[in-house]
């Protein structure tokens, strides 16, 4: 089945650093990705819709300087919070559909990178 | 209102028992529908798609009811592996909604022994 690999899956940084996350849809390519964010006993919240080859769509209240979204191929987006704060600590997950897929299809998840800042 | 609102449980069931979930969403105009199971710290996993003639899979069965905006899900004769949070997914339409998720909180089900 499709997999999406998610990296690193669990990261501790320091309060003012930046942190890169990676996903990769490895047997799909996908034109599209999502970033999601779930805090504890909270839902999975859209963070940002990425678009292989343009800029990324944030949801409404997220700031798209501080989680700066690449997604330069049909396979990889990358997610970095800069100048993390311990608020920023969550459980940051991706998602992609097949690009063959039509726009109801499920999407498929990495397996999350939990961030902790001290 | 949360667009989609779910019992958060915790459900404690014996093994073997039969449990239903619920799930109301807010858009009349949502278009799909779907159950996710989330393990504790782990990705969200799909567990089925629900379609407006109910759909079933193994001990599991889902249904729709559109006029009410509710979903459920039933899981017959339980098992400890089964012991999750299930989350439930709809996606609405407008703004790219055949792509966007809105997630509920989940119910947390427990299997026990």
């Known amino acids: 089945g499709a997999v999406v690999s998610q990296h690193p899956s669990r990261v501790i940084c320091k309060s003012g650093t930046s942190v890169k996350i990676e996903c990769r849809s490895l047997d799909f390519q996908a034109t599209t990705m999502f970033w999601y964010r779930q805090f504890p006993k909270q839902s999975l919240m859209l963070m940002a819709t990425s678009n292989e080859g343009s800029k990324a769509t944030y949801e409404q209240g997220v700031e798209k300087d501080k989680f700066l979204i690449n997604h330069a191929s049909l396979t990889l987006s990358t997610l970095t919070v800069t100048s993390a704060h311990p608020e920023d600590s969550s459980f940051y997950i991706c998602?992609?559909?097949?690009?063959?897929?039509?726009?109801?299809?499920?999407?498929?998840f990495g397996n999350g990178t939990r961030l902790t800042v001290t | 209102r949360k667009e989609v609102e779910q019992d958060p449980g915790p459900f404690n069931v014996p093994e073997g028992a039969t449990v239903a979930f619920n799930c109301t969403y807010s858009?009349?105009?949502?278009?799909?529908f779907f159950w996710y199971r989330q393990d504790c710290r782990k990705e969200p996993k799909l567990l089925m798609s629900v379609y407006s003639s109910g759909n079933e899979d193994g001990r599991f069965t889902a249904q729709l009811n559109r006029a009410s905006q509710y979903i459920s899900l039933l899981i017959r004769d339980s098992k400890l592996s089964d012991s999750a949070t299930y989350l439930c997914v709809v996606t609405p339409l407008g703004t790219g909604g055949g792509n966007k998720l809105t997630f509920g909180t989940g119910t947390q089900l427990k299997v026990e022994l």
């Open positions: 998602s992609a559909r097949d690009r063959r897929g039509h726009s109801n299809s499920p999407l498929h």
């Open positions: 858009n009349s105009a949502s278009q799909s």
